[in-house]
């Protein structure tokens, strides 16, 4: 007998908390990418529950221009975009992915693809130019998967940025606010993949690490095993797991209640 089970639903509480937020045409609660619930401020959400909209740089493209012209001229330089390229980066991931997957250098490749020799720093764009450069970026926005990986790394940052809420209004550590003065305070949340593994039966585990690493076998579920406790986040919980294990492998998994 085979047994199936796939998917995820949604809570009814957050069914409800997104009907009373204009959410209700959702499957999950829309964030942005500090894990704050789209107007909504205060309220924070992590997990299945919720997915990172993040910014596409053609919605700010004019702001993002506004701020990196800093002489006013209505025109940007390689060094003027060089200047707030960082702060792009952070706040728009996508730019340096695009850049990576195009085997662009740097800034100034981009800038040669919406108007020829870009070596010089005097080569300038107006709006319309600085809007042709970066018109594809936003092809590179990923959305992340709903995992325990992903919730554990979420939980981590939200709880690292409420310890330092206080330090951070007197010194923001986020880039600069494209739509406003200042910094935030704080860097987006930023998914570090570690890999995945995926149980193929009869002891054995598929495994795929950073690096494009991978292995399959009954060392692999092993590595699993060990994995698996060592996220456990409580001792009980990994005694438990392990005497489950242990149980299962000297009599067998017991589907008589299925």
């Avoid at 695009?98 to 100034?108: D, E, F, V």
């Avoid at 870009?118 to 959305?143: G, H, P, R, T």
């Avoid at 986040?233 to 299925?258: K, M």
Wanted: aromatic share 10%.
């Amino acid at each position: 007998m085979a047994v199936w089970s796939t998917g995820i639903g949604t809570r009814p509480f957050i069914v409800e908390f997104m009907k009373q937020i204009g959410q209700a045409n959702r499957r999950v609660l829309a964030t942005d990418e500090w894990l704050r619930v789209r107007e909504c401020d205060g309220v924070y959400a992590i997990g299945d529950c919720a997915t990172i909209n993040q910014r596409k740089v053609m919605e700010d493209i004019s702001e993002i221009f506004r701020v990196a012209d800093k002489d006013k001229s209505g025109t940007l330089t390689v060094k003027e975009i060089q200047d707030v390229l960082d702060d792009i980066y952070v706040r728009y991931p996508q730019v340096q992915l695009y850049l990576k997957s195009k085997q662009m250098n740097g800034i100034a490749d981009l800038v040669r693809s919406a108007k020829g020799d870009a070596e010089k720093e005097s080569v300038e764009l107006n709006i319309e130019e600085f809007k042709k450069a970066l018109s594809l970026v936003d092809s590179q926005v990923k959305f992340l998967p709903a995992t325990a990986q992903v919730a554990s790394q979420q939980g981590q940052y939200l709880a690292r940025c409420f310890n330092k809420m206080k330090d951070a209004e007197e010194h923001p550590e986020g880039p600069i606010r494209i739509r406003g003065e200042g910094r935030h305070r704080f860097r987006p949340f930023r998914y570090r993949h570690l890999g995945q593994f995926a149980p193929l039966g009869g002891e054995q585990t598929a495994a795929q690490l950073p690096g494009d690493w991978i292995s399959i076998g009954h060392s692999t579920q092993w590595l699993w095993y060990s994995v698996y406790a060592t996220k456990q986040i409580s001792w009980r919980t990994r005694a438990l797991v392990v005497s489950d294990w242990t149980r299962r492998f000297i009599f067998g998994r017991d589907s008589s209640c299925i």
